[in-house]
């Protein structure tokens, strides 16, 4: 059973538009949310995360939402460059998790292609 | 530069032997992983260490194991009891377990054949 689902294994999109990326999750013990970037045969890198206490933030031209009664997040990416293209990995972090004490569950990933 | 190194890059084995994959990170990070990642797949956790001189199993540990001698290393070897080994490894690291960001190396891509 998968708790953190990226249903969209593909997005393309047009340079300087904007890009949105989902992400659903089932356990509402989660509390802390993150995306990473990661370009092949490279260890994926932090972009943004938020806390579950906010349904905002924003770092440049990066913007994640948060709703917590659909269990929802996203990624907003404005504008979208081809720099940008890569996979983007949602994950969730639970304070109190099966024992594991905040260890990350990760989605299968969004491949971001931005064509320009 | 602060960082986690991983190495090698690419290691070729062969099947029935057990190889150790290295991790090493200069960020004093207190806690470090070891993830898994196959084609088309998230990744996947199957060790981790909170403290020097523990680890715990992750969700598929079968097959691998560690080690957390110094708060700067955690070694993976992949034993010949791991059925699937070919994949790509990685090993990341974070100030402490909970809601703390945590940082990737560049991973080791491990072939057995």
């Known amino acids: 059973d998968q708790q953190v689902k990226q249903n969209s294994p593909s997005l393309s999109v047009q340079e300087g538009r904007i890009s949105i990326l989902n992400c659903d999750y089932t356990n509402s013990m989660f509390d802390y949310f993150l995306w990473y970037k990661k370009y092949p045969a490279e260890g994926p890198t932090f972009l943004i995360s938020i806390s579950s206490i906010k349904d905002k933030n924003e770092d440049g031209r990066f913007t994640v939402f948060l709703n917590k009664s659909a269990k929802h997040l996203s990624l907003h990416i404005v504008p979208s460059q081809p720099g940008d293209s890569a996979v983007y990995f949602c994950?969730?972090?639970?304070?109190?998790?099966?024992?594991?004490?905040?260890?990350?569950?990760f989605g299968k990933g969004t491949k971001l292609s931005v064509k320009p | 530069d602060g960082g986690i190194t991983q190495s090698p890059k690419y290691l070729f084995r062969k099947e029935g032997q057990n190889v150790t994959l290295s991790c090493e990170q200069n960020l004093n990070h207190d806690a470090m992983y070891w993830y898994r990642q196959d084609p088309g797949q998230g990744l996947r956790l199957i060790y981790y260490s909170q403290i020097v001189n523990d680890f715990q199993k992750g969700d598929i540990a079968e097959g691998y194991s560690v080690s957390r001698e110094k708060k700067e290393s955690f070694p993976l070897t992949v034993t010949s009891a791991q059925k699937n080994p070919t994949a790509f490894y990685l090993c990341?690291?974070?100030?402490?377990?909970?809601?703390?960001?945590?940082?990737f190396g560049p991973g080791t891509r491990l072939t057995v054949t």
């Open positions: 994950a969730a972090s639970a304070l109190e998790y099966g024992g594991s004490q905040g260890n990350l569950i």
């Open positions: 990341a690291s974070s100030i402490g377990s909970g809601m703390y960001e945590q940082y």
